[in-house]
């Protein structure tokens, strides 16, 4: 697969452990952001997205957090699987584009 | 539903040559974009388009054009290459502005 992950952070949780994903973006104006996740050799795909009026979100087995005051936002996957190894990404709305952070890589060790 | 494709899968070139990357999609998405993804870095927007016809330039345009003569097809064309544009390139595509982007499974191009 495609090489994407050099020099990118790197998380190891154990396989039923829960990981906490987080990013930091630089401006206060966006308001919406959204968690992809991407697959070796696959392009991004989407996770779960949080508008700015908003502090929490849940979807299956992943809850999306904000922190406008200091500009943060985490990804919580549950119980995390084999199959949650992945480069994840966070991007928000600048205008109306979507500018990606860097990404973190997710090793699942069973 | 085929969703977002992206032809070819891989591709080298040589500095100086031109080619083409094609994206179609079958979702009857007015918005489409192409991204470049490089080591360690997040996805960079080259170029988008938000109707048949239309065009704007994203962060990374110079090098490249593109074209959306159809509603399905987003074109990316690079003139005259160069090994800087070598990298996986993304298609994607949605309804519009705030609504999920659906992704193609990328190009990588490489370029001697």
């Known amino acids: 697969g495609e090489s994407v992950g050099l020099h990118l952070p790197t998380l190891s949780v154990q396989e039923g452990d829960n990981s906490i994903i987080n990013c930091a973006y630089s401006?206060?104006?966006?308001?919406?952001f959204i968690w992809y996740k991407q697959e070796s050799g696959k392009g991004p795909q989407f996770i779960i997205d949080?508008?700015?009026?908003?502090d929490k979100r849940q979807g299956q087995r992943v809850t999306v957090l904000l922190n406008k005051t200091v500009k943060h936002l985490s990804l919580q996957i549950a119980a995390t699987q084999p199959g949650d190894s992945a480069v994840y990404f966070c991007?928000?709305?600048?205008?109306?584009?979507?500018?990606f952070g860097a990404g973190t890589i997710l090793r699942v060790k069973s | 539903n085929a969703g977002v494709t992206q032809t070819p899968k891989f591709r080298v070139l040589k500095t100086g040559q031109s080619m083409t990357l094609l994206c179609a999609q079958d979702?009857?998405?007015?918005?489409m974009y192409w991204y470049r993804q490089d080591p360690g870095m997040g996805l960079r927007l080259i170029h988008y388009s938000v109707g048949e016809g239309t065009t704007a330039k994203g962060e990374v345009p110079d090098g490249y054009n593109v074209s959306r003569l159809k509603k399905q097809n987003f074109l990316l064309g690079l003139e005259s290459a160069a090994p800087s544009q070598t990298s996986v390139y993304f298609c994607?595509?949605?309804?519009?502005?705030?609504?999920?982007?659906?992704f193609g499974p990328g190009t990588r191009l490489t370029v001697l």
């Open positions: 949080i508008r700015s009026n908003m």
């Open positions: 994607a595509s949605s309804s519009g502005d705030w609504d999920e982007q659906f």
């Open positions: 979702m009857n998405h007015e918005y």
């Open positions: 991007a928000e709305m600048r205008g109306n584009k979507l500018v």
């Open positions: 401006n206060s104006a966006s308001d919406y």
